[in-house]
């Protein structure tokens, strides 16, 4: 599995949350930033590519698809970011207390309105069985997603828990490589 970040978009220049409510386009920066992480993928094998159904992780996976038009590009909602509440489209003067929250380990805190992590562990679950499942003899798949839905993966995916999340920070257009390994073929 390939789990990338999508490109710049002017809210994330201005530290806005957009989490799963705002869907907002990538700027002329996370343009350039998506042709490069295409540009990655252009002369690697690509067997299937997935996103969030949110327009920038569309738009980013978009332009690695045009390196490979054949492969299958599908859409899942539920890979979509974090609900930030009310708090979506503006920027938030408590993030770095519930950020502080997490990192004590409180997992099921939330910004009014918004999901937990432990909410959002929980919403991922189906769509990464699905993958895994129908991915079955597949072996390159690029998945493009955002950055605290990344956080929140690459924490429970790899560390077993949620307590790693800060642990894994990342740019736009980051590419994180996991070899999948079913059972049997240990």
């Not at 999901?115 to 189906?126: A, K």
Request: contains cysteine.
């Amino acid at each position: 599995l390939y789990l990338c970040r999508h490109g710049e978009t002017d809210l994330n220049k201005l530290n806005v949350l957009q989490g799963s409510g705002v869907d907002a386009p990538l700027n002329d920066t996370g343009r350039e930033q998506a042709q490069r992480l295409g540009n990655r993928f252009r002369s690697q094998p690509v067997d299937w590519l997935i996103s969030s159904d949110l327009r920038r992780a569309k738009e980013t996976a978009g332009a690695i698809q045009c390196h490979h038009p054949a492969v299958k590009f599908t859409t899942y909602p539920g890979l979509s970011e974090i609900c930030w509440g009310i708090w979506e489209g503006r920027s938030c003067p408590k993030l770095d207390e519930l950020i502080d929250k997490w990192n004590e380990g409180d997992f099921s805190a939330c910004l009014e309105g918004g999901e937990s992590p432990l909410h959002v562990e929980n919403r991922i679950i189906e769509p990464f069985v699905s993958i895994i499942e129908q991915a079955n003899g597949l072996d390159h798949v690029v998945i493009v997603v955002h950055g605290r839905l990344l956080r929140i993966i690459l924490s429970s995916l790899i560390e077993g828990n949620l307590g790693w999340m800060g642990q894994y920070t990342h740019r736009n257009t980051c590419v994180n490589q996991i070899q999948v390994y079913r059972r049997c073929d240990l």
